[in-house]
């Protein structure tokens, strides 16, 4: 139905976004892929969101992207068809490809992965799990990932090494600490409420209670000693991170 949009490739523009890697995110549900924009954003990269094949399609003849996060299942054309139409025509055959799959969708990840995909993610999935993936795909193929090092005070995040330290001491954080920590770090100043930080780093999907973000929080700023008092909180709205002033 929509084959005719492959043609003509080499009107395609490529263009040269001096190290934000261009994302699109291809995914009918309208808040997930909001949130999937805005995580990706804010790790430094550009990200636009497609609610199905047509609009991806036409995406594509605009720009063509670093990686392209697809969902399985979407309205019309689905994303297994937008994968074989990707890998076979040589303009797009090397842009890599994230699958995004429901639970219990064995067969549809396995024809996925023979057809090519990089890597596939099931759902639900945390933003920060998506970021982390999608910049080892960007680094396994080639393709130009930001490098990550951020630093706030005497506090230094290592994407590379996945390391933490204080003052140059390693610390050691959980999975979802690190995952909040990066987030405050590259959003310095940023108030994030409760259930932001539940969507973007325990999954859009998550169920659980905000007391957890506030668990959370609390073993981080104690792990990190006096330099966790730039995590602070915003009465009534959630938490930020206060840069120190220099």
Same mark, same amino acid.
């Given at each position: 139905?929509?084959?005719?949009?492959?043609?003509?490739?080499?009107?395609?523009?490529?263009?040269?976004?001096?190290?934000?890697?261009?994302?699109?995110?291809?995914?009918?549900?309208?808040?997930?892929?909001?949130?999937?924009?805005?995580?990706?954003? =804010?790790?430094?990269?550009?990200?636009? !969101?497609?609610?199905? !094949?047509?609009?991806?399609?036409?995406?594509?003849?605009?720009?063509?992207? %670093?990686?392209?996060?697809?969902?399985?299942?979407?309205?019309?054309?689905?994303?297994?068809?937008?994968?074989?139409?990707?890998?076979?025509?040589?303009?797009?055959?090397?842009?890599?490809?994230?699958?995004?799959?429901?639970?219990?969708? %064995?067969?549809?990840?396995?024809?996925?992965?023979?057809? !090519?995909?990089?890597?596939? +993610?099931?759902?639900?999935?945390?933003?920060? $799990?998506?970021?982390?993936?999608?910049? =080892?795909?960007?680094?396994?193929?080639?393709?130009?990932?930001?490098?990550?090092?951020?630093?706030?005070?005497?506090?230094?995040?290592? %994407?590379?090494?996945?390391?933490?330290?204080?003052?140059?001491?390693?610390?050691?954080?959980?999975?979802? %600490?690190?995952?909040?920590?990066?987030?405050?770090? $590259?959003?310095?100043?940023?108030?994030?409420?409760?259930?932001?930080?539940?969507?973007?780093?325990?999954?859009?999907?998550?169920?659980?209670?905000?007391?957890?973000?506030?668990?959370?929080?609390?073993?981080?700023?104690?792990?990190?000693?006096?330099? !966790?008092?730039?995590?602070?909180?915003?009465?009534?709205?959630?938490?930020? +991170?206060?840069?120190?002033?220099?």
């Amino acid at each position: 139905m929509l084959f005719h949009t492959m043609k003509n490739y080499d009107t395609i523009k490529i263009t040269d976004r001096g190290g934000s890697a261009m994302i699109y995110c291809v995914e009918d549900d309208g808040s997930i892929r909001d949130l999937m924009v805005y995580a990706l954003q =804010a790790a430094g990269f550009s990200a636009v !969101g497609c609610a199905d !094949g047509e609009e991806f399609w036409h995406a594509m003849r605009q720009e063509t992207p %670093e990686l392209v996060m697809l969902d399985i299942m979407l309205p019309g054309e689905d994303g297994i068809s937008i994968l074989k139409k990707l890998r076979a025509v040589p303009a797009t055959a090397d842009i890599p490809v994230i699958m995004a799959t429901a639970k219990g969708t %064995e067969y549809d990840r396995v024809i996925g992965l023979d057809l !090519g995909a990089d890597d596939y +993610l099931t759902k639900p999935f945390g933003m920060m $799990e998506m970021v982390s993936r999608i910049r =080892a795909v960007l680094r396994r193929t080639g393709h130009r990932a930001e490098p990550t090092v951020l630093r706030q005070g005497g506090i230094l995040l290592d %994407e590379a090494r996945h390391a933490v330290e204080v003052d140059g001491s390693p610390v050691t954080l959980t999975l979802k %600490e690190y995952d909040l920590l990066r987030l405050f770090m $590259e959003n310095p100043g940023l108030v994030f409420t409760r259930d932001r930080l539940l969507s973007a780093v325990w999954g859009a999907d998550y169920y659980g209670e905000t007391r957890t973000v506030d668990v959370h929080i609390g073993t981080l700023r104690t792990k990190l000693g006096p330099a !966790g008092d730039i995590l602070q909180t915003v009465r009534g709205v959630g938490y930020k +991170l206060e840069a120190p002033h220099e």
